[in-house]
């Protein structure tokens, strides 16, 4: 028999020998029964009390007692699934790594994908059991309840996507960190915060964000999931929602929502590949890097955009809508200017962690430069490849920092411009100021990072972009006086240079006193940053002649 024909391909997940393992050792009746019977105690309290407290207590007819229910086990569903079962998959891929059963999978003829695929759905296999055990309870509220297959249909799917994409984040995580506690943390962390910081940050613009949830079709089916008395209520309350829009084309929200998962699917799916393929590799490519960084752009454009004229992209029209009947909000309500101009500081400064992160995974370290040149060396190569992993990132953190200076001057252009600032003019350098502080940054940070190994450079420029803005709000809190010397200490920070350069190119919506500072404290800093980068560029220019000589020996 031909080895080959032993191995299975990727998509026949039950003969996948690693998913087949996982269900051996996590459906073990002693472990399982326990964990089930807990879930359908839990999940059938849950149907029967809503249910039968529904239709007896609530006086609501059978129909709407039925789909009561359907709400709380979705979100028991998705506890078990998002929560649990990512945070099982993160501490597995750890363990596997401890116990050196990853370099063995290594040596095994299965492609990477279906070692990927069996890690993915058979570390959580029993998260997956649980979640299913709970779909007939599920059913029922549907069927009896009469919800249509245009309400729940597409819910489940998203269901499906967000649970691989959780479930990814947490294989990166387990990948890429090796201590289990901090794993299970790290990946719980991304999760929580995709439904609790993420939905904040949407409100200021940065929509695109909102779509790696379940919220935008969970939120459009919910009039249909909810008995018939609050319907009304809920209709009303979508028709001020915004409409899917990218560049002003309308998508569904299930089709949106999935779009965007799957392209981080795939990108998640490719950094662990690499990462099956050799094990010392980067998570990404130094093109793939760049291509992701002008897709999130372009969403976070093509979502934003069409939202400014209408309004919806400001948060105090989402306030206003919710507490429209207070006295607190004026009957005609228009976006300030401040308002817009914190949202063009929130979008540089998102730019500018993407622009970190990126540029993090694509910088080599020190002995990945040695042995990237001793191997173009021993292939007679003259340089070593541009999009290799040991080349140097300079040039893709540069062109990285110019395209997210251009979408951070669209976004300002399209925002500062429109109706709702027909008075507001736009200083011809600002998509200059903004290439400055990227580029700044950018150059620094790369240098750092490649002439010096290890995590001192990244924890060194994590603490350089908290602390003095830390320090200067305590100060700044404490005394007037004390206002100056909090804005020049907090100036330091390159994280807050975006809103330092939106107090500069727009200075007047800035009343106090003490803030007519800011300009002279963004450009001494930038000067000074801009020095930096150049010093540690021309010490990196010499460290780089050293690994050359290196590798010669």
């Known amino acids: 028999m031909n080895p080959s024909e032993s191995v299975p391909p990727p998509w026949k997940i039950w003969e996948n020998p690693i998913f087949r393992r996982y269900c051996r050792s996590r459906l073990r009746p002693k472990h399982l029964f326990l964990w089930l019977g807990i879930t359908l105690i839990v999940g059938g309290f849950m149907f029967f009390l809503l249910r039968t407290g529904g239709n007896v207590r609530g006086g609501l007819s059978m129909a709407d007692a039925e789909r009561a229910a359907v709400i709380p086990l979705l979100i028991l569903q998705a506890l078990i699934l998002f929560g649990l079962g990512t945070g099982q998959v993160a501490t597995g891929m750890t363990a596997e790594a401890d116990e050196g059963t990853l370099d063995y999978q290594r040596l095994t003829p299965l492609s990477p994908l279906t070692k990927v695929l069996g890690y993915l759905f058979g570390l959580p296999v029993r998260e997956w059991l649980m979640t299913l055990s709970l779909l007939p309870f599920v059913m029922w509220g549907i069927v009896r309840g009469d919800i249509p297959l245009k309400a729940w249909g597409p819910l489940f799917i998203v269901f499906f996507s967000s649970a691989v994409l959780y479930h990814l984040t947490g294989m990166v995580a387990g990948t890429v960190v090796k201590n289990r506690r901090w794993a299970f943390l790290v990946s719980i962390g991304v999760v929580f915060s995709l439904y609790t910081v993420v939905p904040q940050v949407s409100r200021f613009g940065l929509v695109c964000f909102k779509y790696l949830t379940i919220q935008p079709v969970f ?326 002649r050293q690994r050359r000589a290196a590798a010669q020996l």
């Open 219 to 544: 939120f459009d089916a919910m009039p249909l999931l909810v008995p018939a008395a609050a319907k009304g209520a809920l209709k009303a309350s979508q028709a001020f929602e915004p409409e899917v829009l990218f560049f002003g084309i309308r998508f569904p929200e299930a089709l949106f929502t999935i779009c965007t998962q799957a392209a981080l699917i795939l990108t998640f799916v490719t950094m662990l590949l690499r990462r099956w393929r050799n094990a010392e590799s980067h998570l990404l490519g130094k093109f793939w890097a760049l291509g992701l960084f002008a897709w999130v752009h372009l969403l976070l454009l093509g979502n934003a955009l069409p939202m400014i004229e209408t309004g919806q992209l400001f948060p105090t029209r989402e306030f206003r809508r919710r507490v429209r009947d207070s006295v607190l909000v004026a009957p005609e309500w228009k976006p300030t200017l401040a308002e817009a101009l914190g949202m063009v500081g929130l979008f540089g400064l998102v730019t500018l962690l993407l622009l970190a992160i990126l540029t993090t995974i694509i910088t080599a370290s020190e002995d990945g430069q040695v042995r990237g040149l001793r191997r173009a060396r021993k292939l007679k190569l003259p340089r070593v490849p541009l999009a290799a992993d040991a080349a140097s990132s300079v040039w893709f953190a540069a062109a990285m920092a110019v395209l997210g200076a251009a979408s951070w001057w669209i976004f300002t252009r399209a925002l500062l411009t429109s109706s709702w600032f027909p008075e507001q003019t736009i200083p011809t350098y600002t998509p200059l100021t903004f290439g400055l502080v990227l580029l700044t940054a950018a150059i620094g940070y790369q240098a750092l990072l490649e002439g010096w190994n290890g995590k001192w450079p990244f924890i060194g420029a994590m603490l350089a972009s908290i602390l003095p803005v830390l320090v200067g709000v305590i100060l700044g809190t404490g005394s007037d006086a004390m206002l100056k010397p909090a804005i020049w200490l907090a100036g330091v920070s390159p994280a807050a240079a975006p809103f330092f350069a939106i107090g500069t190119l727009f200075p007047d919506f800035m009343r106090q006193r003490e803030f007519s500072v800011v300009p002279q404290v963004f450009w001494t800093w930038q000067a000074v940053l801009a020095v930096v980068a150049v010093f540690l560029s021309v010490k990196l220019a010499a460290r780089h």
